[in-house]
């Protein structure tokens, strides 16, 4: 598989919502939002839809029972290290969304997106994982 034929579907796992990013070298595809029971549904419909070649998931909250949920997968599941994804989904948020009006003046490390941004840090494990030579298997 040539690595501009990588289609990447990226979940941040969580208890209350999770955030998916189907991503290629093109960029993003699709993103969302859901709930942890949305997930298995969801991901097998972006699986036949977007080609989805591999999946990352990160390896924090609730990744355990969102692997097992997800385990028909014909593709190849990775468990990946999420740590420090918060902090850059935030700045990646405010850079598609600037701030506006008095919260400008807001520092950059104090503002807080007004929305759930749990798919920014599915763009990120997604990307990464289109920026490293592919493997095979599950981590």
Known sequence: M?????????IDPGWMRCGLAVCDVAGVRVRAIVS????????ADW??????TEVVMGNRT????????????????????EHGTTLRARARYFMDHPPRGWRRLVPKGLRIPPEPY??????LLAETALAVP??????
């Open 2 to 10: 040539t690595p501009s034929s990588r289609v990447v579907l990226g």
């Open 36 to 43: 942890p029971e949305e997930i298995p549904r969801l991901v």
């Open 47 to 52: 699986q036949a839809r977007y080609g989805v």
């Open 62 to 81: 609730g990744s355990e029972l969102l692997m097992t949920a997800i385990s028909f997968l014909t593709v190849p599941l990775f468990a990946v290290d």
């Open 118 to 123: 749990d798919d920014y840090v599915a763009i």
């Open 134 to 139: 592919e493997h095979d298997g599950v981590d």
